[in-house]
């Protein structure tokens, strides 16, 4: 599906890099995520791992040309880490902008969240829809709605007024 805030590619990665972000998760120890740098689970309630050098290197190798070709753009790359998400059932996310601010990067300092910025959000699927209840991807500014199968991944730009919610 392609639409000029969100891309979606179906059948996007090789079952040996899926499988490598979930294996990441299962064994690289879990933190509990923040929400502009301040762990709130009222707010956002996730935990999350950092994957493996080489694993984000292998991810950068099929991500970066998607965005190039998609977006029109040059020279991407990936922000270390990539880093791997899984929300329970309940809250998940509000609806939020991905872009860095100042105070996500003072509350960095002191609670040692990591801050990822950079032009584009992407988020690939790692469970099939029928393994969870809620948890879909929404976008309210563009009322664009995304609960695809496992495997997709999803491409958007980050833009000063776009915000998104994890589910409806």
């Known amino acids: 599906m392609a639409h ?6 179906e059948h996007f990665l090789p079952a040996h890099l899926t499988a490598g972000l979930i294996s990441a ?3 690289g120890p879990a933190r509990e995520r923040s929400y502009q740098g301040l762990v709130d689970k009222s707010l956002r309630e996730c935990q999350f791992v950092e994957a493996l050098q080489d694993l984000s290197r ?9 965005i190039e070709h998609d977006y ?10 990539v880093m791997v998400y899984r ?3 309940g809250v998940g996310f509000t609806a939020h902008h991905d872009r860095v601010t ?6 960095a300092k002191d609670n040692g969240q990591p ?3 950079g032009e584009f959000t992407s988020v690939v699927f790692l ?17 664009l709605e995304f609960k695809p199968a496992r495997g997709p991944w999803l491409f958007s730009r980050r833009r000063k007024n776009s915000s998104m919610a994890s589910q409806r």
């Open 115 to 117: 801050v990822v910025g």
């Open 102 to 107: 100042p105070i996500e990067l003072a509350r």
């Open 87 to 89: 929300y329970p059932l």
């Open 72 to 81: 029109g753009v040059a020279g991407g790359r990936v922000n270390p880490p």
């Open 127 to 143: 469970n099939d829809p029928h393994e969870y209840g809620g948890g879909e991807l929404y976008f309210p500014d563009h009322d």
């Open 4 to 9: 000029s805030f969100a891309r979606l590619r």
């Open 58 to 66: 292998d991810l950068e190798s099929f991500v970066v040309p998607a």
């Open 25 to 27: 998760f299962r064994n």
